[in-house]
Every structure is written in C-alpha cells, then in structure tokens.
C-alpha cells in the first residue's frame, strides 16, 4: 500500500496546480471578438474610468480575492520561504472556489520584509474584491494585517487568524450548553500565542469568557513578566488571576477548558484528570495534537477536538472562510470587525440548533449549505 507521501507527490505532479482558468464564453466569430475586445472592450475601461466602482460590474473582481503568503508560518511546517508554500495557497484557493464559488488568485512573495509584502499586495489590491493573508508568521502579521485593512478599501481578512477564531468560539458555545456551563463562570487555558492563540483568546474575551490564562514557550502569560509586546499585554490582561506558573501541567489544573494552538504532544492523560468535571479539550496542533483524542477521553474530558479529519469534532477554518468570502463580495462589506467575527460564530451554532452532541459541535466541512448560509447571515 502506498504511502501519505508518495500518494500526495503522485497526484500533486500529475495535477501541476489545483486550480485552472477558463473563459466563460466561447470566441468563435469575428463579432466574438468585436464585443469582447477590441474595440468593444474600450466602452466598459470607460466606465471604469468614469467610475471605479464599475470594476465590480464589468469584471472579475466582484468575484475575485488573492491570497497571499510569504511562507513564513505554513501548516505545521514552519518558516518554509514562499516557493515551497505555493502548494498550499493553490489549496487554500481552490477550496474558497469549491465551497464558495469564489474566483481566488494564490499569490506568493518573494520576500518576508513587512515593508515589501505590505507595498506588493497594495500594488495588486485593485485586482480583486479582497485580500485573502494566509500562513503569515505572528507578530508581523498582526502589521500587515492592520495597515492593509486601514490603508485598503477593500476587506482584508488573515484566515489563521480570524477563521480559527471563529470556529473555535462556535465549538466552545456549543460544547458549554452539553456540558450545562456559563462562559462567565469557565476558566480557560490556551496554549499557543500565535496569531491564532491571540485572536482565539481575542474573541472569547469579547463574547464574554473572563477568566483566560495563555502560556506561550515561556510558561504563562501574566503582567509580571517583562519584554511582552502589544498582543501579549492584551493576553496578560485577560490572566485575571495573574497565574505565573510556567508548567502548561500545572497551569491546567481546575480548568474548565483547553486550547490548544501549538505545538503536538504536549499533554498526557493525566493532565486532563486535573481539569474539572466535564472539561473540554480542543487539541488543534495539525497534523498531531496536542494530547490525542482517545487520551483526552481517558482523562474525563466530555468533549474533545482537534484538527483531524479522523476524529470526531474537526475543527477547521475550511467551515468559516469560503462563506465569509462570497458575503464580503456579495455585500460588498470592505472591513471586517469583531461584530462580524462574532456573528459568524453565532451563524455556526445557530445552523446546528439542537441536532448537537459530544461528537457533532460543528457542522462537517463537507455540509455544502454551510457557505451559503454565513454568506447570507453576514
């Protein structure tokens, strides 16, 4: 039987890139060619010129995002630079374009200076109806996210970021009403205080979590420690009980919930017993979490997830982004914000009403009613 890897390799190279272009009508005639370039093409350039809104009338760009990386932060595989990452944008493109029907352009660049990416995509910005940022590294991304979204017209949006928050916070509402608890009354410890780490604990802190301790590599995160940047005295706020330990182990005893946004492994059964009755454990690092699903059971936790396919409650931003991208063009939304952020979580567990479990908290990526439902909740 083949391997993982040779299976991957075989068909990525008889693919040679998941996405393709084609025209949407035939040029057959010369009165094809008469309408559809020259001369007919200059009456909408025209309009364009006329009125730049008209882009989104007679071209691609209403339905049209690029994705860009500088390959700094890919999957679990770290700083790969952006050739090696290409594969992994022409994914991300064609899934927004599978589940969302929206045209998306992967784009790599070939620098990770914040000056560089953030001049190159404002260079390319008036191509689409939106900008896509994927696997960029933290804190820079933080950067170039903020300024693109304040200098750009247009919605600018960091999947790691944003799309794992979102899922997570629809997960965890569900997960409190089968456990019978309040988002006021849990404590939460989140391990990873990356990009995804900070917004988790962003926006769980805006939907009403009070108590959230984050450990980074160098244990918690708390205001005694020196040298913390912006998003890390954010976080450090959020430690109301200003817990300084540095051992993830102890750190997780007599919580409610674990998060994990980090690195695999770093768990073990006996910690889970630590937590309260019916703790919750999202075991996210990809592909191997930080303690398994079995072994999280073992330890008492009423409901477990992680980021595989192979278990039960994936979590995974493929749920939020195709969707959120065909409402942003469709409604021609150019900022999202924390309200945004925070009803899309609320679409989720909306979606799955009452039809809930301790393996079913969120809809399955393949629901093909999901995208279209968040696009018009939006």
Known sequence: MSSLREESLELHRKLKGKISQENKVAVETYDDLRLLYSPGVAEPCLEIQKDPSKAYDYTRKGNTIGVFSDGSSVLGLGNIWPLASLPVMEGKAMLIKEFGGINAIPLIIDSQDIETVISTIKLLAPWFGGIHLEDIAAPACFEIEDRLAAELDIPVFHDDQHGTAIIVLAGLINSLKLVGKNKED????????????????????????????????????????????????????????????????????????FIGVSRPNMLQTEDIKLMNADSIV?????????????????????????????????????????????????????????????????????????????????????????????????
């Open 186 to 257: 849990v404590k939460v410890v989140l391990n990873g205080a990356g990009s995804a780490g900070f917004r988790i604990a962003e926006l769980l802190r805006a939907y009403g979590f009070r108590n959230i301790i984050t450990f980074d590599s160098q244990g918690a995160i708390h205001t005694g420690r020196g040298e913390l940047n912006k998003q890390k005295l954010l976080l450090a706020s959020y430690n109301v009980e200003n817990f300084s330990g540095n051992s993830l182990s102890e750190g997780i005893g007599g919580r409610d919930v």
């Open 282 to 378: 999202f075991a996210l690092a990809n592909p191997t979490p930080e303690i398994g699903y079995e072994e999280a059971k073992m330890g008492g936790a009423a409901i477990v997830a992680t980021g595989r396919s192979d278990f039960p409650n994936q979590i995974n931003n493929l749920s939020v982004f195709p969707g959120l991208r065909k409402g942003l063009l469709e409604k021609r939304i150019s900022k999202v914000t924390i309200e945004h952020k925070l009803k899309l979580s609320q679409i989720l567990v909306d979606y799955m009403g009452e039809e809930i479990d301790s393996e079913h908290i969120i809809p399955s990526v393949f629901d093909r009613n999901v995208a279209q439902v968040i696009a018009d909740g939006l």
